[in-house]
C-alpha cells in the first residue's frame, strides 16, 4: 500500500487521475491530511464514501497515537511518545518559547552514530522515519496541543543527513503551500556533521538553517566523543559549512554541548574561537544533559558563564540553550528508552 501522507500533490494528484478520479479530488485529501490535519479518511465528509473505500484500499494512513505524554512542571515543556504502526516508538518535544511554539522532531527510530553522551543511540539504529512520520509528529502535537507550531526543529533522535532522501520529502511537505506552510526560515536541521549530506543539501539551497553539533575543537577530542569524526575532519566540516552559507546565505549554528572537564576550558573557547571566526554563524552553548549509562557531568555554571564570555568579547553570536525540560527526560532518547526497558520487563 501507498503511503498517501508521505506524496506530494502532483503526485497524489496522478495517482488519482489514474484511479479514474478528478484531480481536484487531489487537492481536497492532500488538504484534509496536511492542513486540517485529519486523522482517517472517515473524517473527510466532502469526499464520497465510494472515493474515501477506494482510498482505505490503495493508501496506508499514517497517523501516529500518543502512549504516553510528559510535562514539566517548571516550564511547560511537553514530551510525547508516539507509537508508530510497526509498534516502534519516537519521541518529539513541544515547547513554548516567547517567539512562538517549536516542536522538536525524531528523524530515525534510534541511531547509528554513536556519540558518546547521547542516550539515542545506545541500542543503534532500527530505521529511518517516512516523510509522513515525521510530518505527523507535529501534526499530531498540534492536534493535541490546539496551538499552532511556528517553529520545527530536526533535533531529536537520529540522524536527518543519515535518513536524506526521507527528510527531504518531509521538508517539502512541511513547507508546501497547501499544508501547514511553516516558513523554511523557521525550520533547523541539526546534523552530527556528515559532509556529503551537507553538501547535498546547501546545493538545494533551502532557507532552512543548518545545525552542526561540533563538540569539540580538535580532532583528536572529536573521536572521542563522536565517532563520526573519524570518517571527517574539522577541516572538511568547516568547508562545507561555508559551503552552506555560500549556497543560501544563510547563517550556520554551531552546536557546541559543554563537558565538565573535556571540552570546557580556557583553550577550548580560544580553539573554538579560532575555527568558527571566519564564518557567518551563531554558537549554541548545550550544558550536556548527563544520561545514566555515561559518567559525563555538566560544566560548572562559572565555566560555562566563562566560556560565552570570551566567545562574546570576540565578537561571535551565542546563546546558552535553556534546558527545557530537565524534569522530564529531557536529553535526546531517554524517554524512548525507559519506554522500552518498561516493555522488555
Ligand atoms: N543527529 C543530529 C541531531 C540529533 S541530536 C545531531 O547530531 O546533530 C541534537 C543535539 O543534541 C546534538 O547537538 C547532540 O549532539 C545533542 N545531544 C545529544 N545528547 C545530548 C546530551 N545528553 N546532552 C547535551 N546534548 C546532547
Request: glycine letters at 6%; proline letters at 2%.
Amino acid at each position: 500500500m501507498t503511503d498517501i501522507k508521505s506524496m506530494t500533490l502532483d503526485e497524489l494528484k496522478a495517482d488519482i487521475e489514474a484511479m479514474g478520479e478528478k484531480s481536484f479530488r487531489a487537492k481536497q485529501l492532500y488538504e484534509w491530511m496536511h492542513k486540517k490535519l485529519s486523522r482517517s479518511f472517515d473524517e473527510m465528509t466532502n469526499i464520497s464514501a465510494s472515493l474515501r473505500e477506494k482510498c482505505k484500499e490503495r493508501y496506508e494512513y499514517t497517523a501516529l497515537r500518543a502512549i504516553e505524554i510528559q510535562e514539566s512542571a517548571i516550564d511547560g515543556t511537553k514530551k510525547y511518545l508516539f507509537e508508530l504502526s510497526d509498534g516502534n516508538v519516537v519521541e518529539s518535544v513541544w515547547m513554548k518559547y516567547k517567539h512562538g511554539n517549536s516542536v522538536c522532531i525524531s528523524s530515525q527510530v534510534g541511531c547509528r552514530m554513536g556519540c558518546a553522551f547521547c542516550a539515542s543511540t545506545l541500542d543503534g539504529l532500527e530505521r529511518g522515519l517516512t516523510p509522513s512520520e515525521m510530518l505527523d509528529q507535529i501534526y499530531s502535537i498540534t492536534l493535541l496541543t490546539g496551538e499552532r507550531v511556528s517553529n520545527v526543529v530536526v533535533m531529536g533522535t537520529g540522524e536527518p543527513l543519515d535518513n536524506y532522501e526521507n527528510l527531504l520529502r518531509f521538508l517539502k511537505l512541511l513547507t508546501c503551500e497547501e499544508g501547514l506552510h511553516i516558513s523554511q526560515r523557521n525550520v533547523t536541521v541539526s546534523t552530527c556533521g556528515i559532509v556529503p549530506g551537507m553538501r547535498e543539501l546547501a546545493e538545494r539551497q533551502l532557507q532552512i538553517t543548518l545545525a552542526l553539533s561540533l563538540h569539540a575543537t580538535t580532532d583528536e577530542k572529536r573521536r572521542k566523543l563522536m565517532p563520526i569524526a573519524n570518517k571527517y575532519s574539522i577541516a572538511e566540516l568547516m568547508d562545507a559549512c561555508g559551503y552552506y552559507f555560500e549556497k543560501t546565505g544563510r547563517r550556520i549554528t554551531f552546536e557546541y554541548s559543554l563537558v565538565g572537564g573535556v571540552n570546557d576550558t580556557k583553550e577550548d573557547a580560544e580553539e573554538l574561537i579560532r575555527l568558527v571566526k571566519p564564518l557567518n554563524c551563531h554558537v549554541n552553548l548545550i550544558p550536556v544533559n548527563p544520561i545514566k549509562e555515561r559518567d559525563f557531568v555538566q560544566s560548572e555554571r562559572e565555566a560555562i558563564l566563562a566560556f560565552k564570555n570570551k566567545l562574546e568579547k570576540n565578537g561571535i553570536n551565542v546563546t546558552i540553550r535553556r534546558e527545557m525540560g530537565r524534569d522530564i527526560d529531557g536529553a535526546c532518547g531517554q524517554l524512548r528508552r525507559r519506554h522500552n526497558k518498561q516493555r522488555q520487563q
